[in-house]
């Protein structure tokens, strides 16, 4: 593994451990060149993933990506960060037990709104606002009335 500090290419791994959840294998790294210490993570991947976007445009399915996106529409919200890895790591699953190499974007759209749908009511709305793509107030008005009938968590 490559220091992300000096670049040096034999960096050695001082620890590892499972995460919480078992689903990555946690190692703490030392460089003897500059002597920095980092943290990398180990997952499976099951299958190489293709995005298929709206567009027509094909790029491979970034984890990372799906994360960010998720921690930004939880941000300042009373939401275990352990639920959130969890309810990604079941996205990645389902979505690598598809059997399909590529994968509409709306689908994955469609499961991250899902899982906010039962995580968090306003981080379900905060992505819907920019997954829907919501242009003006009333949008807002319109997604969240049609929510006042359906149960969502709080």
């Known amino acids: 593994m490559r220091c992300p500090f000096c670049g040096h290419d034999d960096t050695q791994v001082k620890d590892s451990r499972p995460t919480e959840d078992n689903t990555a294998i946690r190692r703490r790294r030392y460089c003897p060149a500059c002597g920095a210490r980092f943290t990398t993570f180990e997952r499976i991947q099951l299958r190489e ?5 709206s567009g027509g445009r094909r790029v491979p ?3 990372d990506k ?6 930004i529409a939880t941000r300042k919200r009373p939401v275990d960060p352990e639920r959130i890895e969890r309810m990604i790591n079941g996205i990645v699953r389902r979505l690598e037990s598809l059997g399909e190499a590529e994968v509409p974007s709306t689908v994955i759209g469609e499961m991250v709104m899902d899982g906010l749908a039962n995580l968090d009511s306003v981080a379900y709305v905060r992505f819907a606002s920019v997954y829907r793509n919501f242009r003006e107030a009333k949008d807002f008005e319109e997604f969240v ?3 006042s009938g359906e149960h969502i968590n709080d």
């Open 49 to 53: 993933l293709t995005v298929l976007k």
């Open 61 to 63: 399915f970034d984890r």
């Open 66 to 71: 799906l994360a960010r996106s998720v921690f």
């Open 145 to 147: 009335g049609r929510l």
